[in-house]
């Protein structure tokens, strides 16, 4: 099939899937009962015999015949429908039952059954949120161990910001200041985020595009985790989000999460690239190991256990709401059973189907895959000849190895598993995304291509290859992001995929084309010149990518406190998510920079001081 053919074929399947996504008339469709419904927490709350409870109803035919079920039923068969018997609700119990003498739940449990009574079905309370009265939401938590300690821990590092400071003005521009007072001076961190140093040397200073790409990517992928975070809330438009998670959006955005792959490539590109840079005057040995690990342990930890710490303590008493003890209570019981492995960065491994922040998988992956790809570069140190052949050979291998290892564990990928009802828990449901997805294996084949390439370039480099004599290099590499977006399209045609052999080869191929389109893309990045280069490492993006990994920590917090702390179900459209996107990335830079500031960078410079 020619690329032509290929093409035609995505956008027949994409208008077949919006022609039968009407197949229930609005008519019919108003016939169901809510899926959500929220009563007013505030309100209820505030009378003295105020009685809130929210949990899931699984409903029933009451008779033999009953019309309303036999829609819901026929409603529910779809997979990329809810399942309609299955409603959520948040009652205000105490103006909906008056009967005060009866326990919170079997009052809860009766107001499910009258209401489905009266549409001739059975509910059955199949889960209990919780139950709150007026008493229970009045009383002032008081802080326990973990809040004092992390309360501590806040005050300790403003502390030392504020000595720091004095230090640093105290000194004024005297030589030789002490390097660790120096660490925590505020203006000399904010001077380094928003510095527009060039880099001297032009091996590293074609790096520059990086960061523009780094910001971008990161943009996008704030916006698809507020995309996932609408599917967590209770929706007023639940069919909209059907329809947007089955149709062009969906597949885009879930075929999309391969983009984080980006992120390994690069990540492990820079620490072979800025390894192999020295390597003429100090030869690598394994004798480096052990500090090229505590270096970046020391960097990226702080932030990592501040933001988990924040979740696993103060997060959960910072606003209130009816979802709000659901979403982030959850979240934070998780938190605070997990940390210890977030501190191991073994998060991904240690009750994997219970999230803490769903982006710290990847912290995870990063450093487990960092520790082989330093192994991999110190040990290949010594026969650099064949370094690149192990390691082109050593990537096509780890393709066929994660396709082998998805058809043996009958795993998809989360583009087949992108079905409302598996959105609607984050995927907790889902082995392919709690043990496939998060498992560096998946990873792999980004991080071999990212040594790869640095081999690769730092290997022409040295023979004073010309770059921009290169055509072949010259054309295609600028075809490259409109090949990976026409990729992501094809998705609506992959995700039809049945067959477990189908979606293997799926994803072995899947990382080959990734890893390989993004191979040329950053070549060519990298040292040919063009408008394109030229926007990507425009100086303003280094502040910004400078802040990456509080962006990274943060924004899932900031995202989760816009949407779960609504006192009514939340609108979804493709505006609406773009909306608090919006205020999710604005507020998101916006306190990372003083992370960065006051954190982030002092604590890397004053671990640093140790490990010189
Ligand atoms: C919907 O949920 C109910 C209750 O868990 C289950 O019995 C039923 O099989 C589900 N329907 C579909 C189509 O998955």
Same mark, same amino acid.
């Given at each position: 099939?020619? #690329? ?49 409870? %929210? ?27 809810? #399942? ?47 139950? $709150? ?8 938590? !008081? ?7 992390? %309360? ?36 000399? #961190? ?115 256990? +501040? ?14 709401? !009816? ?39 990847? @912290? ?7 520790? @082989?790809? %330093?192994? +991999?570069?110190?040990? +290949?140190?010594?026969? $650099? ?8 050979? @050593?990537?096509?291998?780890?393709? !066929? ?84 977006? +026409? ?16 979606? !293997? ?33 425009? $100086? ?18 900031? #995202? ?5 702390? $609504? ?30 500031? @006051? ?14």
């Amino acid at each position: 099939m020619n #690329n032509y053919n290929a093409f035609c074929v995505c956008w027949c399947v994409l208008f077949g899937i919006v022609m039968s996504a009407s197949e229930f008339t609005d008519e019919e469709y108003y016939h169901l009962p809510d899926l959500y419904h929220l009563d007013d927490y505030t309100k209820c709350l505030s009378q003295k015999q105020g009685l809130y409870c %929210l949990g899931t109803f699984e409903l029933s035919p009451a008779e033999e015949q009953s019309p309303v079920f036999d829609l819901i039923k026929v409603y529910s068969e779809n997979p990329h429908h809810f #399942n309609r018997t299955i409603i959520q609700r948040g009652w205000c119990v105490s103006s909906r039952s008056l009967r005060t003498e009866a326990e919170p739940v079997r009052r809860f449990t009766k107001c499910g059954q009258d209401w489905a009574r009266s549409r001739g079905m059975n509910a059955r309370l199949l889960k209990l949120e919780y139950c $709150r009265t007026h008493d229970e939401a009045k009383t002032p938590n !008081a802080s326990d161990l973990p809040e004092r300690v992390f %309360l501590c821990a806040i005050i300790c590092i403003l502390i030392f910001n504020v000595i720091g400071t004095a230090y640093d003005l105290w000194k004024g521009n005297e030589e030789n200041k002490n390097k660790i007072l120096m660490a925590w001076s505020m203006p000399s #961190n904010w001077s380094r985020l928003t510095s527009s140093l060039s880099n001297e040397d032009p091996r590293l200073s074609c790096l520059a595009p990086f960061q523009g790409a780094r910001v971008i990517v990161m943009t996008l992928v704030l916006w698809g985790h507020v995309f996932f975070s609408h599917a967590l809330v209770y929706l007023q438009n639940p069919r909209d989000y059907e329809k947007s998670l089955h149709g062009v959006i969906g597949a885009l955005v879930y075929n999309g999460t391969s983009i984080v792959q980006m992120f390994v490539i690069f990540s492990n590109f820079l620490c072979a690239y800025n390894l192999l840079l020295p390597s003429n005057k100090k030869p690598l040995t394994l004798s480096m190991f052990p500090k090229q690990i505590v270096k970046r342990y020391s960097r990226i930890t702080p932030m990592n256990l +501040l933001l988990v710490g924040y979740g696993a303590t103060w997060w959960v008493h910072s606003r209130d709401g !009816a979802l709000w003890p659901v979403l982030v209570g959850n979240e934070k019981i998780f938190c605070e059973q997990k940390f210890w492995s977030h501190a191991l960065y073994i998060n991904n491994f240690y009750m994997p189907e219970n999230v803490c922040f769903i982006q710290t998988w990847f @912290l995870a992956v990063d450093m487990q895959l960092h520790i @082989l790809a %330093l192994i +991999l570069t110190l040990c +290949l140190a010594k026969h $650099r000849r064949h370094a690149l052949r192990i390691l082109g050979s @050593l990537f096509v291998l780890s393709c !066929a190895g994660l396709s082998l290892m998805v058809y043996l564990n009958n795993y998809s990928t989360l583009l087949q598993i992108a079905e409302p009802d598996n959105a609607r828990t984050m995927l907790r449901n889902k082995p392919s995304f709690y043990e496939m997805y998060v498992n560096p294996f998946n990873s792999l084949p980004a991080c071999l291509m990212g040594l790869f390439l640095a081999h690769l370039l730092y290997e022409l480099q040295e023979n004073g290859y010309k770059f921009h004599e290169c055509k072949w290099l010259k054309y295609s590499h600028a075809l490259m992001i409109p090949l990976y977006i +026409l990729w992501l399209f094809c998705g609506i045609y992959f995700r039809e995929l049945k067959s477990n052999i189908d979606t !293997a080869l799926f994803i072995g191929l899947d990382r080959l084309l990734f890893c390989s389109i993004f191979a040329v893309k950053l070549m060519g990045f990298t040292t040919i010149q063009s408008r394109a280069r030229k926007f990507f490492s425009w $100086r303003g993006w280094d502040v910004f990518a400078r802040m990456s990994l509080s962006v990274m920590m943060i924004h899932w917090v900031v #995202n989760v406190t816009i949407v779960a702390a $609504r006192p009514t179900r939340t609108f979804t459209s493709f505006i609406d998510v773009s909306i608090d996107a919006a205020a999710t990335i604005v507020f998101t830079y916006i306190m990372a920079a003083p992370a960065t500031i @006051l954190v982030e960078m002092p604590m890397q410079r004053f671990l640093d001081n140790f490990t010189r």
